[in-house]
């Protein structure tokens, strides 16, 4: 039995973020990963399993990384269908990291936002380019 990989984590003041991922690589489907994601913000938190692509967890890390070198941008990933869950990081003009997203799992729906410095993300951007540590390949 293989062992799952861990979760990969930022945490920055009141918000953390967790994310893990199962990436099916020979599937066929466009829809062909599951990233698990787990966030509290607050004194609120939620935790549920996105739908995505490979090639759109490949394009958040990519996203994130160049947000992280330039000091500007943003950074988006999301289910196409249903209810539309996602996670979006974006550097505002004075080096904020605001970050927001909508989770549901079944009827509960958590939305969040929340605001940190940038300092919390060249770890986060480490980690994600860490795939082995955090994505299962099947």
Known sequence: ???KPNAIKIVAGNFSLEMRAVVYKNDPAFLNSNLWVSVVCGSFSGAMTMDVGSMEIENFIHQMSSMNKNMKGSARIEEPYGNHCFLEFEMDKTGHVQVHGKLVE???????????DQTYLPGFVKDLY?????????
């Open 106 to 116: 079944g009827t509960q729906q958590m939305s969040f936002e929340s605001v940190f």
């Open 1 to 3: 039995m293989e062992a």
């Open 130 to 138: 860490n795939t082995e540590a955090w994505q299962e390949i099947k």
